[in-house]
Protein backbone atom coordinates (compact mmCIF):
# COMPACT_ATOMS: atom_id res chain seq x y z
CA UNK A 1 0.00 0.00 0.00
CA UNK A 2 1.25 3.10 -0.66
CA UNK A 3 0.04 6.85 -0.12
CA UNK A 4 -1.13 7.29 -3.75
CA UNK A 5 -3.48 4.13 -2.95
CA UNK A 6 -4.99 6.48 -0.41
CA UNK A 7 -7.03 9.45 -1.62
CA UNK A 8 -5.77 12.68 -4.22
CA UNK A 9 -2.64 12.49 -5.20
CA UNK A 10 -0.45 14.51 -4.92
CA UNK A 11 -1.56 17.50 -3.47
CA UNK A 12 -4.81 17.45 -1.40
CA UNK A 13 -4.85 16.34 2.13
CA UNK A 14 -1.12 18.19 3.02
CA UNK A 15 0.76 15.68 1.27
CA UNK A 16 2.93 18.50 -0.61
CA UNK A 17 3.18 20.25 3.16
CA UNK A 18 4.23 17.01 4.44
CA UNK A 19 6.73 16.86 0.98
CA UNK A 20 7.84 20.86 1.84
CA UNK A 21 8.68 20.19 5.61
CA UNK A 22 10.42 17.06 5.22
CA UNK A 23 12.62 18.79 2.85
CA UNK A 24 13.84 21.24 5.06
CA UNK A 25 14.35 19.11 8.07
CA UNK A 26 17.94 19.66 8.85
CA UNK A 27 17.87 15.79 10.92
CA UNK A 28 16.70 13.71 7.70
CA UNK A 29 19.92 12.41 7.31
CA UNK A 30 20.04 10.33 10.42
CA UNK A 31 16.64 7.86 8.71
CA UNK A 32 19.01 5.81 7.31
CA UNK A 33 21.39 4.90 10.52
CA UNK A 34 18.60 2.85 11.43
CA UNK A 35 17.29 -0.54 10.54
CA UNK A 36 14.06 -0.16 8.12
CA UNK A 37 13.39 -3.13 6.95
CA UNK A 38 9.75 -2.17 5.38
CA UNK A 39 9.61 1.57 4.20
CA UNK A 40 5.87 1.18 3.64
CA UNK A 41 5.71 0.24 7.22
CA UNK A 42 5.15 3.07 9.49
CA UNK A 43 6.26 2.83 12.90
CA UNK A 44 4.78 5.48 15.22
CA UNK A 45 5.60 3.75 18.35
CA UNK A 46 8.87 4.77 18.95
CA UNK A 47 8.05 6.18 22.46
CA UNK A 48 7.79 2.67 23.71
CA UNK A 49 11.20 1.05 22.14
CA UNK A 50 12.52 3.02 19.51
CA UNK A 51 13.60 1.45 16.33
CA UNK A 52 17.61 0.02 16.02
CA UNK A 53 20.21 1.51 15.23
CA UNK A 54 22.03 0.24 12.53
CA UNK A 55 25.49 0.93 14.59
CA UNK A 56 24.34 -1.51 17.36
CA UNK A 57 24.80 -5.15 15.31
CA UNK A 58 28.95 -4.54 14.58
CA UNK A 59 29.25 -3.18 17.90
CA UNK A 60 27.40 -6.10 19.60
CA UNK A 61 29.31 -8.45 17.32
CA UNK A 62 32.94 -7.01 18.50
CA UNK A 63 31.66 -6.84 21.79
CA UNK A 64 30.63 -10.40 22.14
CA UNK A 65 33.53 -11.88 19.52
CA UNK A 66 36.15 -9.58 20.84
CA UNK A 67 35.69 -8.68 24.09
CA UNK A 68 33.52 -11.78 25.78
CA UNK A 69 34.88 -14.14 23.74
CA UNK A 70 38.35 -13.58 23.33
CA UNK A 71 38.67 -10.84 26.01
CA UNK A 72 37.14 -13.35 28.98
CA UNK A 73 37.28 -11.76 32.62
CA UNK A 74 40.04 -9.12 31.59
CA UNK A 75 37.82 -7.17 29.19
CA UNK A 76 36.35 -6.18 32.87
CA UNK A 77 39.08 -4.30 33.28
CA UNK A 78 40.17 -3.33 29.84
CA UNK A 79 36.16 -1.93 29.08
CA UNK A 80 33.75 -2.77 30.85
CA UNK A 81 34.06 -1.81 34.80
CA UNK A 82 33.41 2.29 34.00
CA UNK A 83 30.94 1.82 31.43
CA UNK A 84 27.94 2.97 33.62
CA UNK A 85 29.55 5.69 34.87
CA UNK A 86 31.05 6.98 31.07
CA UNK A 87 27.71 6.26 29.28
CA UNK A 88 26.18 7.85 32.43
CA UNK A 89 27.80 11.29 31.71
CA UNK A 90 27.42 10.94 27.80
CA UNK A 91 23.85 11.09 28.75
CA UNK A 92 24.20 13.80 31.09
CA UNK A 93 23.88 16.93 29.06
CA UNK A 94 20.64 15.65 27.36
CA UNK A 95 19.09 15.90 30.13
CA UNK A 96 20.91 19.26 31.80
CA UNK A 97 23.15 17.89 34.54
CA UNK A 98 26.68 17.07 34.92
CA UNK A 99 29.48 14.90 34.92
CA UNK A 100 28.86 12.62 38.02
CA UNK A 101 25.65 13.10 38.06
CA UNK A 102 23.81 10.45 35.85
CA UNK A 103 24.55 6.61 36.72
CA UNK A 104 23.11 3.70 34.46
CA UNK A 105 21.39 1.37 36.28
CA UNK A 106 18.94 -1.34 36.96
CA UNK A 107 15.49 -0.34 35.15
CA UNK A 108 13.36 2.77 35.83
CA UNK A 109 11.21 1.31 38.23
CA UNK A 110 13.78 -0.29 40.30
CA UNK A 111 15.85 3.22 40.38
CA UNK A 112 12.92 4.89 41.45
CA UNK A 113 12.45 3.07 43.96
CA UNK A 114 15.89 3.62 44.75
CA UNK A 115 15.81 6.87 45.07
CA UNK A 116 12.61 7.31 46.54
CA UNK A 117 13.85 5.68 49.56
CA UNK A 118 16.77 7.46 49.99
CA UNK A 119 14.59 10.77 50.30
CA UNK A 120 12.55 9.47 52.61
CA UNK A 121 15.61 8.33 54.72
CA UNK A 122 16.07 12.12 55.36
CA UNK A 123 12.32 13.43 55.84
CA UNK A 124 12.56 12.99 59.44
CA UNK A 125 8.62 13.15 60.24
CA UNK A 126 7.32 13.75 56.98
CA UNK A 127 6.20 10.67 55.50
CA UNK A 128 3.55 11.63 52.54
CA UNK A 129 4.29 10.66 48.85
CA UNK A 130 2.52 13.06 46.16
CA UNK A 131 2.34 11.96 42.84
CA UNK A 132 -1.12 12.37 40.34
CA UNK A 133 -3.04 9.77 38.65
CA UNK A 134 -1.64 10.80 35.49
CA UNK A 135 1.36 9.45 36.25
CA UNK A 136 2.77 5.74 34.88
CA UNK A 137 1.13 2.66 36.84
CA UNK A 138 4.74 0.88 37.90
CA UNK A 139 5.53 4.65 39.63
CA UNK A 140 2.75 4.40 41.36
CA UNK A 141 2.52 0.98 42.25
CA UNK A 142 6.55 1.51 43.49
CA UNK A 143 5.87 4.56 45.24
CA UNK A 144 3.20 2.68 47.50
CA UNK A 145 5.28 0.11 48.00
CA UNK A 146 7.87 2.92 49.57
CA UNK A 147 5.06 4.71 51.38
CA UNK A 148 3.94 1.23 53.35
CA UNK A 149 7.49 0.65 53.78
CA UNK A 150 8.43 3.70 55.43
CA UNK A 151 5.30 4.12 57.58
CA UNK A 152 3.68 6.52 55.50
CA UNK A 153 1.65 7.31 52.75
CA UNK A 154 0.46 7.62 49.09
CA UNK A 155 -1.49 10.97 48.29
CA UNK A 156 -2.73 10.27 44.33
CA UNK A 157 -4.17 13.74 43.51
CA UNK A 158 -6.64 13.59 40.63
CA UNK A 159 -5.33 15.97 37.83
CA UNK A 160 -6.08 14.12 34.33
CA UNK A 161 -7.69 15.80 31.78
CA UNK A 162 -7.98 18.93 34.48
CA UNK A 163 -5.31 20.65 32.55
CA UNK A 164 -4.14 22.48 35.52
CA UNK A 165 -2.30 20.37 37.20
CA UNK A 166 0.03 22.70 38.96
CA UNK A 167 -2.95 23.90 40.53
CA UNK A 168 -4.18 20.64 41.72
CA UNK A 169 -0.67 19.74 42.81
CA UNK A 170 -0.31 23.02 44.72
CA UNK A 171 -3.45 22.41 46.75
CA UNK A 172 -2.00 19.09 48.10
CA UNK A 173 1.07 19.82 48.63
CA UNK A 174 2.16 21.14 52.71
CA UNK A 175 5.00 20.62 55.59
CA UNK A 176 3.59 17.17 55.71
CA UNK A 177 4.90 16.21 51.90
CA UNK A 178 7.91 14.12 51.82
CA UNK A 179 8.46 13.73 48.30
CA UNK A 180 6.78 15.14 45.06
CA UNK A 181 6.98 12.27 41.91
CA UNK A 182 6.10 13.21 38.91
CA UNK A 183 6.36 11.95 35.47
CA UNK A 184 7.72 14.69 33.45
CA UNK A 185 5.41 13.76 30.33
CA UNK A 186 2.97 12.02 30.74
CA UNK A 187 2.88 8.76 29.22
CA UNK A 188 -1.18 8.88 28.15
CA UNK A 189 -1.33 12.82 27.36
CA UNK A 190 1.81 13.52 26.42
CA UNK A 191 1.28 16.82 28.81
CA UNK A 192 4.65 17.69 29.82
CA UNK A 193 4.84 19.46 32.77
CA UNK A 194 7.53 22.56 33.51
CA UNK A 195 9.96 21.10 35.74
CA UNK A 196 11.49 24.65 36.78
CA UNK A 197 8.31 25.88 37.90
CA UNK A 198 6.75 22.45 39.24
CA UNK A 199 10.22 21.67 41.36
CA UNK A 200 10.27 25.85 43.00
CA UNK A 201 6.45 25.01 43.65
CA UNK A 202 7.46 21.35 45.79
CA UNK A 203 10.57 23.39 46.84
CA UNK A 204 8.69 26.47 48.71
CA UNK A 205 7.04 23.61 50.98
CA UNK A 206 10.42 22.42 51.44
CA UNK A 207 9.52 19.11 49.75
CA UNK A 208 11.96 17.56 47.32
CA UNK A 209 10.67 15.97 43.97
CA UNK A 210 11.41 12.92 41.78
CA UNK A 211 10.63 13.54 38.07
CA UNK A 212 10.55 10.24 35.59
CA UNK A 213 11.71 11.88 32.22
CA UNK A 214 10.72 8.41 30.51
CA UNK A 215 8.70 10.05 27.69
CA UNK A 216 11.34 13.22 27.64
CA UNK A 217 14.41 12.01 27.54
CA UNK A 218 16.25 12.24 24.32
CA UNK A 219 13.38 13.82 22.58
CA UNK A 220 13.28 17.46 24.31
CA UNK A 221 15.52 19.53 26.26
CA UNK A 222 15.45 18.81 29.93
CA UNK A 223 17.49 21.24 32.47
CA UNK A 224 17.72 19.10 35.64
CA UNK A 225 20.31 21.49 36.73
CA UNK A 226 19.24 24.84 35.96
CA UNK A 227 15.87 23.92 37.24
CA UNK A 228 16.65 23.18 40.55
CA UNK A 229 15.31 19.56 40.24
CA UNK A 230 16.79 16.95 42.95
CA UNK A 231 16.38 13.70 41.71
CA UNK A 232 15.04 11.86 38.35
CA UNK A 233 15.10 8.48 36.86
CA UNK A 234 14.13 7.10 33.35
CA UNK A 235 13.95 4.91 30.28
CA UNK A 236 17.02 5.01 27.86
CA UNK A 237 14.42 2.28 25.74
CA UNK A 238 12.35 4.89 24.55
CA UNK A 239 13.46 8.16 22.57
CA UNK A 240 17.05 7.12 22.95
CA UNK A 241 16.86 4.12 21.57
CA UNK A 242 18.66 1.70 23.56
CA UNK A 243 17.03 -1.47 23.03
CA UNK A 244 14.73 -3.61 24.48
CA UNK A 245 15.10 -3.85 28.12
CA UNK A 246 17.82 -1.41 28.30
CA UNK A 247 19.22 -0.26 31.90
CA UNK A 248 17.30 2.85 32.70
CA UNK A 249 19.39 6.15 34.16
CA UNK A 250 19.00 8.04 37.45
CA UNK A 251 20.20 11.21 38.58
CA UNK A 252 20.81 12.53 41.78
CA UNK A 253 21.79 16.39 41.97
CA UNK A 254 25.49 16.83 43.29
CA UNK A 255 25.06 18.56 46.57
CA UNK A 256 22.55 15.78 47.26
CA UNK A 257 24.60 13.21 46.77
CA UNK A 258 26.40 13.32 49.94
CA UNK A 259 23.34 12.75 52.37
CA UNK A 260 21.08 10.05 50.62
CA UNK A 261 21.65 6.23 50.77
CA UNK A 262 20.97 3.28 49.11
CA UNK A 263 18.22 1.10 49.83
CA UNK A 264 20.14 -1.76 48.05
CA UNK A 265 23.35 -1.44 49.12
CA UNK A 266 25.13 -3.64 46.66
CA UNK A 267 28.92 -4.44 46.24
CA UNK A 268 28.92 -2.29 42.98
CA UNK A 269 28.28 0.89 45.34
CA UNK A 270 30.63 -0.24 47.79
CA UNK A 271 34.10 1.98 48.59
CA UNK A 272 36.04 -0.99 47.31
CA UNK A 273 34.34 -3.72 45.62
CA UNK A 274 36.89 -5.52 45.37
CA UNK A 275 38.23 -5.62 48.81
CA UNK A 276 35.64 -7.89 49.62
CA UNK A 277 34.71 -6.37 52.94
CA UNK A 278 32.49 -7.94 55.04
CA UNK A 279 31.14 -4.28 56.21
CA UNK A 280 29.16 -1.90 53.19
CA UNK A 281 30.94 1.32 52.94
CA UNK A 282 29.14 3.37 50.12
CA UNK A 283 31.27 4.58 46.93
CA UNK A 284 31.78 8.30 47.00
CA UNK A 285 29.43 10.32 44.47
CA UNK A 286 26.89 8.58 41.80
CA UNK A 287 28.31 5.41 41.95
CA UNK A 288 26.90 4.35 45.57
CA UNK A 289 23.24 3.72 43.93
CA UNK A 290 24.82 1.11 41.60
CA UNK A 291 23.58 -2.25 43.17
CA UNK A 292 24.98 -5.17 41.60
CA UNK A 293 26.76 -6.28 37.87
CA UNK A 294 25.60 -4.64 35.18
CA UNK A 295 24.30 -6.29 32.07
CA UNK A 296 27.05 -5.47 29.54
CA UNK A 297 25.39 -6.51 26.47
CA UNK A 298 22.65 -4.31 26.91
CA UNK A 299 24.84 -1.27 28.12
CA UNK A 300 26.66 -1.60 25.16
CA UNK A 301 23.65 -1.58 22.58
CA UNK A 302 22.55 1.65 24.02
CA UNK A 303 25.66 3.68 23.37
CA UNK A 304 24.72 4.07 19.96
CA UNK A 305 21.24 5.66 20.43
CA UNK A 306 22.94 8.44 22.91
CA UNK A 307 25.14 9.45 20.30
CA UNK A 308 22.72 9.90 17.35
CA UNK A 309 21.05 12.18 20.14
CA UNK A 310 23.69 14.06 20.91
CA UNK A 311 24.94 14.53 17.27
CA UNK A 312 21.34 15.68 16.13
CA UNK A 313 21.08 18.25 19.14
CA UNK A 314 18.46 17.80 21.55
CA UNK A 315 16.99 21.26 20.17
CA UNK A 316 16.95 20.54 16.39
CA UNK A 317 15.15 17.44 17.88
CA UNK A 318 12.72 19.33 19.83
CA UNK A 319 11.93 21.41 17.00
CA UNK A 320 11.42 18.64 14.31
CA UNK A 321 8.99 17.09 17.29
CA UNK A 322 6.86 19.94 17.72
CA UNK A 323 6.55 20.33 13.91
CA UNK A 324 5.80 16.32 13.51
CA UNK A 325 2.74 16.75 16.57
CA UNK A 326 1.84 19.80 14.87
CA UNK A 327 1.22 18.68 11.49
CA UNK A 328 -0.56 15.37 12.92
CA UNK A 329 -2.79 17.47 15.42
CA UNK A 330 -3.78 19.65 11.95
CA UNK A 331 -3.80 16.68 9.80
CA UNK A 332 -6.31 14.60 12.69
CA UNK A 333 -8.31 18.34 13.22
CA UNK A 334 -9.15 18.07 9.16
CA UNK A 335 -9.38 14.19 8.82
CA UNK A 336 -9.72 12.50 11.61
CA UNK A 337 -12.22 14.37 13.73
CA UNK A 338 -15.21 14.21 11.53
CA UNK A 339 -15.02 10.00 11.84
CA UNK A 340 -15.25 10.05 15.96
CA UNK A 341 -11.52 10.73 17.19
CA UNK A 342 -10.79 12.79 19.82
CA UNK A 343 -7.73 14.71 20.41
CA UNK A 344 -6.38 13.43 24.07
CA UNK A 345 -2.88 15.49 24.14
CA UNK A 346 -2.49 18.99 24.76
CA UNK A 347 -3.13 21.47 21.91
CA UNK A 348 -0.45 23.92 23.60
CA UNK A 349 2.90 22.66 22.05
CA UNK A 350 5.00 24.19 24.74
CA UNK A 351 3.17 21.24 27.16
CA UNK A 352 2.97 18.74 24.80
CA UNK A 353 5.15 15.80 24.54
CA UNK A 354 6.46 14.09 21.34
CA UNK A 355 3.18 11.75 20.99
CA UNK A 356 0.32 12.60 20.27
CA UNK A 357 -3.02 10.46 21.60
CA UNK A 358 -6.74 9.89 20.41
CA UNK A 359 -9.63 8.27 21.84
CA UNK A 360 -12.04 6.56 19.98
CA UNK A 361 -14.88 4.42 21.10
CA UNK A 362 -13.60 1.66 19.06
CA UNK A 363 -9.66 2.44 19.69
CA UNK A 364 -9.13 -1.15 20.01
CA UNK A 365 -9.61 -2.58 16.82
CA UNK A 366 -8.64 0.42 14.80
CA UNK A 367 -5.60 -0.39 16.58
CA UNK A 368 -5.47 -3.99 15.60
CA UNK A 369 -6.52 -2.97 12.07
CA UNK A 370 -4.10 0.01 11.57
CA UNK A 371 -1.07 -3.02 12.51
CA UNK A 372 -2.71 -5.73 10.45
CA UNK A 373 -3.74 -3.78 7.52
CA UNK A 374 -2.69 -0.69 7.54
CA UNK A 375 0.38 -1.08 7.81
CA UNK A 376 0.92 1.87 10.99
CA UNK A 377 2.49 0.32 14.04
CA UNK A 378 0.30 2.77 16.92
CA UNK A 379 -0.23 1.48 20.35
CA UNK A 380 -3.32 1.29 22.15
CA UNK A 381 -3.50 2.34 25.55
CA UNK A 382 -6.42 1.44 27.66
CA UNK A 383 -9.74 1.73 27.84
CA UNK A 384 -9.78 4.26 24.33
CA UNK A 385 -6.54 5.79 24.03
CA UNK A 386 -4.26 5.47 20.36
CA UNK A 387 -1.27 6.78 20.90
CA UNK A 388 1.14 7.56 18.24
CA UNK A 389 4.78 8.30 19.02
CA UNK A 390 6.59 10.61 16.90
CA UNK A 391 10.63 10.04 16.77
CA UNK A 392 12.57 13.05 15.01
CA UNK A 393 15.24 10.84 14.11
CA UNK A 394 13.14 8.58 11.61
CA UNK A 395 9.75 9.73 11.40
CA UNK A 396 8.79 12.23 8.15
CA UNK A 397 5.84 14.59 7.96
CA UNK A 398 5.00 12.14 5.30
CA UNK A 399 4.71 9.07 7.52
CA UNK A 400 2.15 11.24 9.55
CA UNK A 401 -0.10 11.71 6.46
CA UNK A 402 0.37 8.36 5.00
CA UNK A 403 -0.50 7.12 8.29
CA UNK A 404 -3.68 9.86 8.75
CA UNK A 405 -4.66 8.54 5.09
CA UNK A 406 -4.38 5.02 6.12
CA UNK A 407 -6.61 5.50 9.44
CA UNK A 408 -8.91 7.41 7.49
CA UNK A 409 -9.16 4.27 5.34
CA UNK A 410 -9.89 2.03 7.11
CA UNK A 411 -12.73 3.83 9.64
CA UNK A 412 -14.60 4.93 6.45
CA UNK A 413 -14.68 1.53 5.23
CA UNK A 414 -15.22 -0.49 8.67
CA UNK A 415 -12.30 -2.31 8.07
CA UNK A 416 -11.41 -2.20 11.50
CA UNK A 417 -14.73 -4.22 12.44
CA UNK A 418 -13.32 -7.66 12.33
CA UNK A 419 -10.41 -7.11 15.02
CA UNK A 420 -12.41 -6.67 17.93
CA UNK A 421 -11.73 -9.98 19.41
CA UNK A 422 -9.12 -10.53 22.25
CA UNK A 423 -6.41 -8.79 23.71
CA UNK A 424 -3.01 -8.92 23.34
CA UNK A 425 -0.33 -9.64 26.20
CA UNK A 426 1.35 -6.36 24.62
CA UNK A 427 -0.58 -3.55 23.43
C1 LIG B 1 8.09 3.32 30.21
C2 LIG B 1 7.97 3.86 31.60
C3 LIG B 1 8.41 3.13 32.69
C4 LIG B 1 8.92 1.72 32.51
O1 LIG B 1 9.61 1.27 33.63
P1 LIG B 1 10.47 -0.07 33.53
O2 LIG B 1 10.97 -0.27 34.89
O3 LIG B 1 11.53 0.18 32.51
O4 LIG B 1 9.58 -1.17 33.06
C5 LIG B 1 8.33 3.72 33.94
N1 LIG B 1 7.83 4.96 34.10
C6 LIG B 1 7.40 5.70 33.05
C7 LIG B 1 6.87 7.08 33.26
C8 LIG B 1 7.44 5.16 31.78
O5 LIG B 1 6.99 5.87 30.74
Given at each position: ??EC?????????GFS?A??L??????S?FR??Y????????Y??????G??????L?R?QA?????W???L???W?????????A???R?A??I?????????????S?N?????M??L????S?R?????D?N?P????????V?E?????L????T???GS????L???????????S???T????G?????GE??AL????????LWD???????????????GAD?????????LN?????P??L??????Q?SL???????????????F?????P?????KF???????LS???M?A???????AG?DR?RAK???LT?????????????L????A???D?E??????S???S?????D??????G??I????AP?N???G?A????????V?TA?Q??RSI??????AR??G???TV?
Open positions: MTDLGPFPDANEVTDEADPLGERHVADPDLILDGNSLRLPRAVPLLVVDEGDGIRSNERWWNLQVIGDLPLGASPGEVLISDSTVLYKLAAAGITERRIVTDAFTDLYVLRGAAMGGSDVVAKGSPMADEAVLDESSALLLSSEFKSYTHDIMTAHRVGTPVLSHSAGVMPVELDASMAVGCTYKYGGPGAAFYVRQDLEASPIPGWWGHAEPFADLDYRADGIRHTGTMPILVAEGISDVTEIISVSKFFIRQWEEHLAPGFSLSPLPRRGSHVLSHEAWPIRALIEIMVPDFRDLRFLPLYNTHLEHVRIVTTGAHFAEKLT
